[in-house]
């Protein structure tokens, strides 16, 4: 589940508990809207966690001054010779 998935959970978690007055027989809404936001806020912080790890932070590279790159010149690598 991505993070707009947790986000819906979240969004669902909070309309059934704060948004609606339903009563349904064997069913507290407001105990499923709960447990739907702790879902959520559990994706969320896996999510994050996950996607921090994936970062790979290079440094950059300093060019060296001064050196210029080496050519082959055995007949073979300018396209002479067979």
Not at 21 to 30: F, I, K, R, S, Y
Not at 44 to 63: C, D, G, M, W, Y
Request: contains cysteine.
């Amino acid at each position: 589940m991505g993070l707009g998935g947790c986000i819906i959970l979240i969004a669902a978690g909070a309309i059934l508990t704060f948004a609606t007055d339903w009563e349904m027989e064997g069913v507290n809404l407001d105990l499923v809207g709960i447990i739907l936001m702790i879902v959520g806020l559990i994706g969320v912080t896996t999510f994050s966690s996950i996607a921090r790890r994936k970062r790979v932070v290079v440094p950059p590279t300093t060019p060296v001054v001064g050196e210029q790159p080496h050519h082959r010149r055995d007949g073979y690598s300018d396209g002479y010779g067979a």
